[in-house]
Structure formats: C-alpha cells, structure tokens
C-alpha cells in the first residue's frame, strides 16, 4: 500500500472558514467586511492511493481552468468569498501525468464530499472506471446551497449506500474493496454526506480526514469548521476523529487543507 499526498492548489479563505469564531459578524466564514489580516492560504490536497486492488485518487483539486477564469468557473457568490490558485504543474491531471498515470488507469476516484475545491478538477479524471460519492452527499447537493454543480455536470457519478462498518461516529459508511482494508466512514457535519478515508497500512491507519477539521490544531482543540450543516454531528465527527488519532494503531491524521502537510508519498 502506498499513498501520494498531492497538493493540487491552494485556496484564499477566511481564517474563520476553517476554525469557527464567535464574533458579532453574523457570516465571518465569508470573509464578507473583514480585513486581509483575517485572510490564509490553505493548501487544497489530494491523495493518490495504489492499493493492492486498484488505484484510487481521493478528491481532484481546482480545474485548471481556475487559471483562465475563476470568476466564471466559481460563480458570483463563491468568488466573493474565497480564491483559489493552480500553479503550473499542480492540477490533478498534470500530477497524475508526472506519475505516469492517464485517468482511465483509475479504478475509483473518491469524492469525500462535494464542495468546489474538492470537486472542480473532477473533469480532468472523468475517465476513471468508477466515481463514488455518497448518496446522502449527492441529496444534499441537488438541495442545499454551496455547491456548484457545473463541476460535475455530464459526469457520471455513481452513489453509494452506508452499510455498518467498525469505524466513525455513527459506524455507518463502506468498505470499499469489502476486506477491511479501506473504509469509507461517514463523518457528517461539515457537510451531509461527508466520508473520511481509512487506510489499513503495513504499520495501522492512516486518516484522510477530508474537512471534518481543518488541521490538527481543529481535533486537539475541538474548533469546528466556519461552515457546518449540523453543529451536533460535526461536533461528534471531529470528537471521533480527536479520538481516533490517539489510538496505538493510528500512524497519521491528514486534514485536506492543513498547511502543515507538504506533498509525499507513505508506505
């Protein structure tokens, strides 16, 4: 088993975006009214994972056309409150190309959940064999605010059900390959129907978080994320994560945008 920890852009946000504030702003997660010194960089990441039985990419990063016309591709709204940037070389297309690895080589590409910055470059992969969200996250999109359903228009998406699986705050999500070896765990909060991933590696498990916290410092200090649909079950998913982390068999908890964590690969 290994695991590529790509960084396929970064993303302007407001600090309050990824660590909840109390504040008499009534959105501060929108940057709306606040000053740059409120403003971070985060890197926006995905994970390549070559399992045994296939190849497996977590999330896709910006579009390169994010380069081109951002406005157009984020939409008014969107654009209002946050940025992203593609360097060259960064989207997930040209990651992939560095590797060797053409998008129809991809046995499954993950969507841990749907905002923008973890499913804008999903049209430079839309070849892979198969691409999997959860059908709780699809609902959500089709009926909440905050997504942008460009980015996969004329994809096809398939949907998964949660089973019961041993891991998460409600036990619920899927295992992928049906051997234990990687799980998708619902961890509702941050959005519907969000799913970290566990990856059963030679030494324990390594947790890609997804935005369940936005770094470490997110499940050390039980800061939960400026945007959330259900304060509760984001309060019980990074509870869960805080406790997961601690465990003998856990080797690393990656949170997607943790400036933190530099690219590389874990075997």
Known sequence: MKVHIL?????????????REKT??????????RGKDKKIWV???????????GLVLVD?????????????????LAYSMFRGDLPEGDSIAEK???????????DFVILTHLHSDHVSGLKHVQDAKRILTSEIEWKAAHRRMGYIKSMWQGVAIETFHFTDIPHGPNHQGCDL??????????????????????VKMQKGWLVLAS?????????????????????????????????????????????????????????
């Open 7 to 19: 960084h396929t852009g970064k993303v302007y946000i407001d600090r309050a975006l990824a660590y």
């Open 24 to 33: 008499l702003h009534p959105l501060p997660f929108t940057g709306w009214f």
């Open 43 to 53: 890197p926006v990441s995905s994970y390549l994972i070559e399992h045994p039985k």
């Open 60 to 76: 896709t990063g910006w579009h390169e056309e994010i380069r081109l016309n951002q406005k157009k591709h984020l939409g008014r």
């Open 96 to 106: 992939l190309h560095s590797l060797g690895i053409k998008s129809e080589d991809l």
């Open 177 to 198: 390959f049906g051997d234990g070896s990687l799980y998708l765990v619902h961890t509702p909060g941050h959005s519907d129907g969000m799913v970290a991933v566990l």
């Open 211 to 267: 935005d369940v916290g936005y770094s470490e410092r997110s499940w050390e200090e039980m800061i939960l994320p400026g945007i959330t649909t259900d304060k509760q079950a984001a309060c019980r998913s990074l509870k869960w994560l805080k406790e997961f982390s601690k465990r003998d068999d856990c080797i690393r908890v990656l949170a997607n945008h943790d400036p933190a964590i530099t690219p590389g690969i874990i075997d």
